[in-house]
């Protein structure tokens, strides 16, 4: 298998429902729900991401490019999934109605971006059990940036860098336009405004929370600090608590 491997992905930043613990909505999300979610046919992998509650917000920041989330946006985790092609993930909506119509037990709002065909990178085979840390960035794309100069950026240029700094268990996404299609769960919040919008993401690792600090020190990625202005408005970065992979 020659990496990075293109996949056709669906990630699904949410917040958890406000007028519930914490800890009865994140172990409903890892069990209850996630066995009505790995029933999705065509399904090849499916991993939550819980974000820390206070490990948020740490990318640097440069000119023109917002890092700090705002308190009233922040997310509580994002759903990772990938299927066997494009076709396989527009297909996935007339199964989806138990998953759906369960989305109300425990979220507040489910904000779900689709790739198009090759949309995701995996710059490794599958989830690494052995990496102690992830990271997920959330980018938001520059006004006046084309789509493919944006695409361009976040694979070849973030994912790059991050590879060359030795971060593990790496995927990077470049999200289709914004569509209420994959969002009508009843009950559940869907708004998703502008401004506060993404258009990409990024999932890494490293064995310790004090590697990632150090990887961010690397070479490659403050070169790529530098440019980030050139295609992006913000990237948010949400420290991840604990990965439950699914499937």
């Known amino acids: 298998m020659t990496f990075p491997v293109r996949t056709s992905s669906m990630l699904s930043p949410l917040m958890l429902r406000a007028d519930m613990p914490r800890e009865v909505s994140t ?35 440069t000119a023109g490019v917002g890092t700090r989330i705002p308190e009233e946006w922040r997310l509580d985790g994002c759903a990772e999934l990938r299927f066997r092609s494009t076709i396989a993930t527009l297909m996935t909506a007339p199964y989806a109605r138990e998953v759906y119509l369960d989305e109300q037990n425990v979220f507040g709002r489910v904000l779900t971006h689709a790739t198009g065909p090759g949309g995701g990178r995996w710059w490794t085979a599958g989830f690494e059990d052995t990496t102690g840390d992830h990271v997920m960035l959330l980018l938001r794309r520059r006004s006046g940036v084309r789509g493919s100069k944006f695409r361009e950026f976040v694979h070849e240029r973030v ?21 209420r299609w994959f969002n009508a769960s009843p009950g559940v919040g869907h708004d998703n405004p502008l401004e506060h919008r993404y258009h990409g993401a990024v999932v890494f690792g490293a064995q310790t929370r004090g590697a990632i600090d150090e990887l961010l ?12 202005h050139t295609a992006c408005t913000a990237v948010h970065a949400y420290s991840v608590e604990r990965s439950v992979p699914v499937v």
């Open 217 to 228: 020190k690397s070479h490659s990625i403050t070169a790529l600090i530098e440019d980030q």
């Open 159 to 179: 994912g790059r860098a991050f590879l060359d700094s030795g971060a593990r268990d790496l995927r990077t996404y470049a999200f289709l336009p914004w569509t």
């Open 27 to 61: 172990a409903y999300w890892a069990k209850p729900h996630a066995e009505k979610v790995e029933k999705l046919p065509n399904l090849v992998e499916y991993t939550q991401r819980h974000f820390s509650t206070t490990d948020h917000g740490f990318w640097p920041a």
